[in-house]
Protein backbone atom coordinates (compact mmCIF):
# COMPACT_ATOMS: atom_id res chain seq x y z
CA UNK A 1 0.00 0.00 0.00
CA UNK A 2 1.17 3.54 -0.71
CA UNK A 3 2.23 5.85 2.27
CA UNK A 4 0.45 8.59 3.08
CA UNK A 5 1.62 11.69 2.13
CA UNK A 6 2.52 12.55 5.77
CA UNK A 7 1.26 10.78 8.66
CA UNK A 8 2.52 12.83 11.25
CA UNK A 9 1.06 16.20 10.31
CA UNK A 10 -2.28 14.50 9.51
CA UNK A 11 -2.02 13.03 12.99
CA UNK A 12 -1.40 16.73 14.12
CA UNK A 13 -4.32 18.51 11.97
CA UNK A 14 -7.28 14.97 13.01
CA UNK A 15 -6.54 16.27 16.99
CA UNK A 16 -6.88 20.12 15.99
CA UNK A 17 -9.73 18.88 14.35
CA UNK A 18 -11.20 16.94 17.13
CA UNK A 19 -9.86 20.01 19.69
CA UNK A 20 -11.72 22.72 17.89
CA UNK A 21 -14.88 20.71 17.08
CA UNK A 22 -15.22 20.28 20.91
CA UNK A 23 -14.49 23.79 21.52
CA UNK A 24 -17.06 24.88 19.09
CA UNK A 25 -19.73 22.54 20.54
CA UNK A 26 -19.00 23.95 24.10
CA UNK A 27 -18.92 27.61 23.26
CA UNK A 28 -22.89 26.84 21.56
CA UNK A 29 -23.84 25.20 24.90
CA UNK A 30 -22.42 28.15 27.21
CA UNK A 31 -23.66 30.62 24.73
CA UNK A 32 -19.96 32.12 23.90
CA UNK A 33 -20.59 33.42 21.05
CA UNK A 34 -17.39 35.25 19.96
CA UNK A 35 -15.64 31.59 19.95
CA UNK A 36 -18.72 30.37 18.14
CA UNK A 37 -17.55 32.68 15.57
CA UNK A 38 -13.77 32.32 16.02
CA UNK A 39 -14.15 28.41 15.75
CA UNK A 40 -16.15 27.82 12.72
CA UNK A 41 -14.40 28.85 10.14
CA UNK A 42 -11.85 26.72 10.80
CA UNK A 43 -12.79 23.55 11.01
CA UNK A 44 -13.92 22.51 7.80
CA UNK A 45 -9.95 23.33 6.17
CA UNK A 46 -8.66 21.36 9.26
CA UNK A 47 -10.41 18.58 7.76
CA UNK A 48 -9.50 18.85 4.27
CA UNK A 49 -5.45 19.60 5.72
CA UNK A 50 -5.86 16.20 7.15
CA UNK A 51 -7.79 14.34 3.89
CA UNK A 52 -4.36 16.62 1.92
CA UNK A 53 -2.21 15.20 4.43
CA UNK A 54 -3.49 11.54 4.57
CA UNK A 55 -3.47 11.16 0.69
CA UNK A 56 -2.72 8.79 -0.90
CA UNK A 57 -2.35 8.10 -5.00
CA UNK A 58 -6.20 6.96 -4.73
CA UNK A 59 -7.49 9.66 -2.45
CA UNK A 60 -10.64 11.44 -4.78
CA UNK A 61 -9.26 14.46 -6.01
CA UNK A 62 -12.99 15.92 -4.90
CA UNK A 63 -13.02 15.38 -1.55
CA UNK A 64 -11.01 18.05 -0.52
CA UNK A 65 -13.17 20.86 -2.55
CA UNK A 66 -15.97 19.50 -1.00
CA UNK A 67 -14.72 19.77 2.64
CA UNK A 68 -13.93 23.24 1.43
CA UNK A 69 -17.30 24.10 -0.11
CA UNK A 70 -18.33 23.66 3.20
CA UNK A 71 -16.10 25.80 4.66
CA UNK A 72 -17.56 28.70 2.50
CA UNK A 73 -21.45 27.54 3.20
CA UNK A 74 -20.10 27.90 7.46
CA UNK A 75 -18.49 31.57 6.70
CA UNK A 76 -21.65 32.77 5.07
CA UNK A 77 -23.93 31.98 7.13
CA UNK A 78 -22.43 33.47 9.75
CA UNK A 79 -22.66 36.56 7.96
CA UNK A 80 -26.69 36.51 8.07
CA UNK A 81 -28.99 38.22 6.05
CA UNK A 82 -30.99 36.15 3.23
CA UNK A 83 -28.39 37.01 0.17
CA UNK A 84 -25.18 35.53 2.68
CA UNK A 85 -27.90 32.87 3.65
CA UNK A 86 -28.43 31.50 -0.26
CA UNK A 87 -24.87 32.07 -1.14
CA UNK A 88 -24.09 29.79 1.42
CA UNK A 89 -26.53 27.77 0.79
CA UNK A 90 -25.15 27.51 -2.93
CA UNK A 91 -21.89 26.98 -1.53
CA UNK A 92 -23.16 23.65 0.22
CA UNK A 93 -24.51 22.93 -2.63
CA UNK A 94 -21.05 23.02 -4.87
CA UNK A 95 -19.81 20.82 -2.11
CA UNK A 96 -22.98 18.22 -2.69
CA UNK A 97 -22.29 18.11 -6.08
CA UNK A 98 -18.67 17.25 -5.67
CA UNK A 99 -19.76 14.42 -3.10
CA UNK A 100 -22.17 12.88 -5.45
CA UNK A 101 -19.72 13.25 -8.45
CA UNK A 102 -16.89 11.54 -6.21
CA UNK A 103 -19.32 8.60 -5.12
CA UNK A 104 -20.45 7.77 -8.52
CA UNK A 105 -16.65 7.70 -9.37
CA UNK A 106 -16.42 5.47 -6.54
CA UNK A 107 -19.10 2.68 -7.73
CA UNK A 108 -22.76 4.36 -6.44
CA UNK A 109 -24.34 3.46 -9.06
CA UNK A 110 -23.23 -0.09 -9.71
CA UNK A 111 -26.00 -1.97 -7.72
CA UNK A 112 -28.83 -0.54 -9.32
CA UNK A 113 -31.54 -2.67 -7.32
CA UNK A 114 -29.84 -1.62 -4.08
CA UNK A 115 -29.52 2.37 -5.42
CA UNK A 116 -32.99 2.47 -6.44
CA UNK A 117 -34.41 1.26 -2.67
CA UNK A 118 -32.32 3.78 -1.14
CA UNK A 119 -33.12 6.34 -3.44
CA UNK A 120 -36.52 5.45 -2.94
CA UNK A 121 -36.39 5.88 0.98
CA UNK A 122 -35.02 9.46 0.85
CA UNK A 123 -37.34 10.47 -1.86
CA UNK A 124 -40.02 9.64 0.23
CA UNK A 125 -38.71 11.47 3.35
CA UNK A 126 -37.84 14.28 1.22
CA UNK A 127 -41.20 15.18 0.22
CA UNK A 128 -42.77 14.88 3.32
CA UNK A 129 -40.56 16.96 4.79
CA UNK A 130 -41.29 19.77 2.16
CA UNK A 131 -45.14 19.35 2.23
CA UNK A 132 -44.63 19.79 6.16
CA UNK A 133 -42.34 22.75 5.78
CA UNK A 134 -43.80 24.50 3.00
CA UNK A 135 -46.23 26.32 4.09
CA UNK A 136 -43.79 28.19 6.69
CA UNK A 137 -41.41 29.47 4.41
CA UNK A 138 -41.20 32.44 2.74
CA UNK A 139 -41.82 32.53 -1.11
CA UNK A 140 -38.36 33.18 -1.80
CA UNK A 141 -37.07 30.43 -0.16
CA UNK A 142 -39.48 27.71 -0.69
CA UNK A 143 -37.88 26.52 -4.18
CA UNK A 144 -33.94 27.12 -2.62
CA UNK A 145 -34.92 24.90 0.05
CA UNK A 146 -36.36 21.99 -2.13
CA UNK A 147 -33.43 22.08 -4.65
CA UNK A 148 -30.99 22.15 -1.86
CA UNK A 149 -32.38 19.27 0.49
CA UNK A 150 -33.30 17.29 -2.42
CA UNK A 151 -29.33 17.59 -3.87
CA UNK A 152 -28.50 17.14 -0.14
CA UNK A 153 -30.36 13.79 0.10
CA UNK A 154 -28.50 12.90 -3.16
CA UNK A 155 -25.45 12.64 -1.34
CA UNK A 156 -26.96 10.36 1.30
CA UNK A 157 -28.57 8.29 -1.31
CA UNK A 158 -24.93 7.78 -3.07
CA UNK A 159 -22.94 7.75 0.01
CA UNK A 160 -24.83 4.68 1.20
CA UNK A 161 -23.96 3.00 -2.16
CA UNK A 162 -19.91 3.34 -1.01
CA UNK A 163 -19.62 2.84 2.62
CA UNK A 164 -21.38 2.63 5.29
CA UNK A 165 -19.58 5.35 7.22
CA UNK A 166 -20.10 7.62 4.99
CA UNK A 167 -23.82 6.26 4.59
CA UNK A 168 -23.89 7.51 8.36
CA UNK A 169 -22.50 10.66 7.31
CA UNK A 170 -24.69 11.41 4.66
CA UNK A 171 -27.97 10.97 6.59
CA UNK A 172 -26.57 13.09 9.81
CA UNK A 173 -25.75 16.13 7.27
CA UNK A 174 -29.21 15.32 5.74
CA UNK A 175 -30.31 15.73 9.27
CA UNK A 176 -28.45 18.82 10.27
CA UNK A 177 -29.39 20.75 7.38
CA UNK A 178 -33.22 19.68 8.64
CA UNK A 179 -32.93 20.89 11.95
CA UNK A 180 -31.78 24.33 10.12
CA UNK A 181 -34.84 24.26 7.87
CA UNK A 182 -37.14 24.20 10.70
CA UNK A 183 -36.01 27.59 11.91
CA UNK A 184 -37.00 28.90 8.39
CA UNK A 185 -40.18 27.60 8.77
CA UNK A 186 -40.41 29.24 11.99
CA UNK A 187 -40.64 25.84 13.85
CA UNK A 188 -40.68 25.77 17.66
CA UNK A 189 -37.13 24.65 18.57
CA UNK A 190 -36.06 21.46 19.92
CA UNK A 191 -33.90 21.73 23.32
CA UNK A 192 -30.30 21.75 22.59
CA UNK A 193 -31.40 23.43 18.93
CA UNK A 194 -28.12 24.76 17.89
CA UNK A 195 -25.98 22.22 19.70
CA UNK A 196 -27.47 19.56 17.95
CA UNK A 197 -27.36 21.05 14.19
CA UNK A 198 -23.53 21.77 14.78
CA UNK A 199 -22.92 17.91 16.20
CA UNK A 200 -24.45 16.51 13.35
CA UNK A 201 -23.10 18.88 10.95
CA UNK A 202 -19.49 17.94 12.08
CA UNK A 203 -20.16 14.01 12.42
CA UNK A 204 -21.99 14.00 9.12
CA UNK A 205 -18.85 15.46 7.13
CA UNK A 206 -16.42 13.25 9.22
CA UNK A 207 -18.08 10.41 8.82
CA UNK A 208 -18.41 11.03 5.08
CA UNK A 209 -14.83 12.17 4.91
CA UNK A 210 -13.60 8.45 6.53
CA UNK A 211 -15.97 6.62 4.59
CA UNK A 212 -14.41 7.58 1.69
CA UNK A 213 -11.09 7.54 2.96
CA UNK A 214 -11.73 3.55 3.83
CA UNK A 215 -13.72 2.62 0.83
CA UNK A 216 -10.51 3.85 -1.54
CA UNK A 217 -7.75 2.68 1.09
CA UNK A 218 -9.20 -0.31 1.66
CA UNK A 219 -8.67 -0.04 5.49
CA UNK A 220 -10.18 2.39 8.32
CA UNK A 221 -9.17 5.20 8.55
CA UNK A 222 -7.71 6.73 12.36
CA UNK A 223 -10.83 8.20 14.47
CA UNK A 224 -11.26 10.60 16.40
Same mark, same amino acid.
Given at each position: ????????????????????????????????????????????? @? %?? =???? !?? /??????? &? #?? $?? +????????????????????????????????????????????????? @? %?? =???? !?? /??????? &? #?? $?? +????????????????????????????????????????????????????????????????? &????? +??????????????????
Amino acid at each position: MTPARDPRTARVLLTAFAAVSAVHLLAIAVHLTPVQYATKPLLMP @L %LA =AWVW !AL /ARPGTPR &L #LV $PA +LLFGAGGDILLEVGGTVAFLAGMGSFAAGHVCYVTMFGKLGAFADRRRL @L %LT =AAGY !AA /AWAVLIV &L #LW $PG +LDAGMRVPVAVYSLLLASTAVTAAQVHWRAGLGGALFLLSDTLIATDLAGWKHLPAHGFLIMLTY &LVGQY +LLTTGTLARTAQEEPPRV
